[in-house]
């Protein structure tokens, strides 16, 4: 498309589109594992269902999407309809308290928006001019979406769900012990009264997280009118092989292609673990610490809930992905992709092993959970981001899309679904302890202990069975047909 025919304010307007399609998202699944387990009540077996039924409709969504978009309606359309339905389905999991019910509709969601995540990709390639030099700056817009409603709902939180009484009790429960301890007391009186005052203040943030659905069916309705401003953008023809995903699979078989599809679901476990129960991990350094300290000055920027807090990951993410792009002529893609499984390593070690490590080094707990969250942006710039470089440059142009969706279709399908189911029905009952009358007890060592076994050992099968040199197959171009690295908000 030349310049002059390029719609006025053409980056703006697409990266607004960016901002409100990943805020959307971002204002509810860092918080929904809390909220389900939390405030509704179900089990960690439900929760994992739940969690992997959205999944499972990611993975049905866009071949549905794809033949509806292709062939009868234009992007900007379709984007219309699927975010005004999106807005009304993510509203009623605001409300609904029966598992089966809840369920049903994170399919039907799934369904709905996981498809957005690509289409509003493709409409930006579509009407960009130079992909490689424009896509960049926009699609950041859609991290800095992710960020801002992350930390809105943690200052919601914070306002309006943190009852003054309840941080009062908790800490008039602190002071006492740390008078008792102090002392050369007993503390075990004293102990147990501050973890009930901090089930109580969590008790009341999981439900008011409710209302980060409702922002989000908010967001989604804005967004929607918002769609059929956009440039218009008509369906378009299929020209690729209809066997491209049969080629795709056969040039996956080869190295180092074979490592990378074989250490890809194991990664996602872990990344799966790090959005599932981090939330909850952080509400409880938040709470137990949350007016002493640094950990005041935190809380008062990212709100409480995690949520907000987990934000800083994304912001690391902008950076190492900014910098990927200035060191990957110059540093192998083998010693990135490690660079990230070593960052997986330590951020499950810092939580799993975070009361030794605050006694060694006399770091708060606060502090050691932010390098924790931090990492996350090197586990996802260095691995998930370098990986979709690596398949695009190792498959022939005439099946790259498809390998592209192959790999993204096993990273947020297959790896969100296994991971899902064994980071909740498997490791989380297994790591926690049910006290009746009184808040669970969860063995964090155990819960974020298997998780960093899991990304050391992928990291060692990388390290013996990668390649240390891949030639390229062919330079990557700036076609338009082409997939594009990045799919996943991260």
């Known amino acids: 498309m030349s310049e002059v025919a390029r719609p006025p304010m053409l980056r703006t307007r697409l ?33 994992g269902a739940i969690l992997a ?30 975010h005004l339905i999106g807005a009304g389905l993510v509203f009623a999991l605001s409300t609904i308290d029966m598992f089966w019910a809840f369920l049903a509709v994170s399919i039907f969601y799934g369904i709905v928006y996981a498809p957005t995540l690509a289409l509003t990709n493709s409409l930006s390639f579509h009407h960009l001019p130079n992909r490689d030099r424009d896509f960049g700056p926009v699609r950041v817009w859609g991290t800095i979406g992710w960020i801002a409603a992350g930390i809105l709902v943690g200052q919601w939180l914070a306002a309006q769900h943190s009852p003054a009484e309840l941080r009062e009790a908790l800490s008039a429960a602190r002071a006492a012990l740390e008078q008792i301890t102090a002392a050369s007391g007993n503390p075990a009186g004293a102990q147990a009264t501050l973890d009930g005052a901090t089930a109580a203040l969590g008790d009341a943030q999981n439900a008011g997280r409710a209302d980060a659905f409702r922002l989000s069916a908010i967001l989604g309705v804005v967004m929607g009118f918002y769609c059929l401003t956009l440039p218009r953008t008509p369906p378009a023809r299929n020209t690729g092989s209809e066997n491209a995903t049969v080629e795709a699979i056969k040039e996956c078989k080869r ?58 990951g994304q912001m690391t993410e902008v950076a190492v992905i900014a910098l990927i792009g200035l060191v990957s002529t110059k540093v192998g893609r083998k010693a990135l992709l490690a660079i990230g499984l070593v960052a997986y390593t330590l951020r499950m070690a810092l939580f799993a092993f975070m009361p030794e490590i605050t006694a060694a080094t006399g770091l708060p707990e606060i502090g050691v959970a932010i390098a924790g969250v931090a990492l996350h942006g090197v586990c996802f710039g260095s691995f998930i981001f370098v990986a979709f470089m690596v398949v695009d440059e190792q498959t022939t142009p005439d099946v790259r899309a498809s390998a592209q969706n192959l790999f993204n279709l096993v990273i947020v399908g297959i790896g969100i679904i296994v991971g899902s189911w064994f980071a909740t029905s498997i490791v989380g009952n297994a790591a926690t302890t049910v006290v009746e009358g009184g808040p669970d007890i969860v063995d964090y060592r155990l819960l974020f202990g298997i998780p960093m076994a899991i990304a050391a050992a992928c990291l060692l099968a990388l390290l013996v069975g990668y390649p240390s040199k891949a030639t390229p197959i062919e330079p990557a171009r700036s076609d338009p047909a082409r997939s594009e690295p990045g799919g996943e908000a991260g």
């Open 53 to 82: 039924a959205g999944a499972a409709g990611a993975i049905v969504g866009p071949f549905i999407a794809g033949q509806i978009a292709d062939r009868h309606f234009s992007t900007e359309r379709f984007l219309a309809v699927s």
């Open 15 to 47: 990266s607004l589109m960016m901002f409100l399609q990943y805020a959307i998202w971002g204002a509810w699944l860092p918080i929904l594992y809390p909220f389900l387990l939390g405030h509704r009540g179900f089990s960690l077996d439900q929760v």
């Open 255 to 312: 190295q180092p292609l074979l490592m990378l599809f074989l250490i890809a679901v194991p990664v996602s476990i872990v990344h799966q673990f790090y959005f599932v129960h981090t939330a909850d991990f952080l509400t409880l350094i938040q709470n137990r610490t949350g007016d002493t300290g640094l950990a005041d000055t935190i809380n008062t920027v990212f709100g409480v809930g995690g949520g907000g807090l987990m934000t800083i």
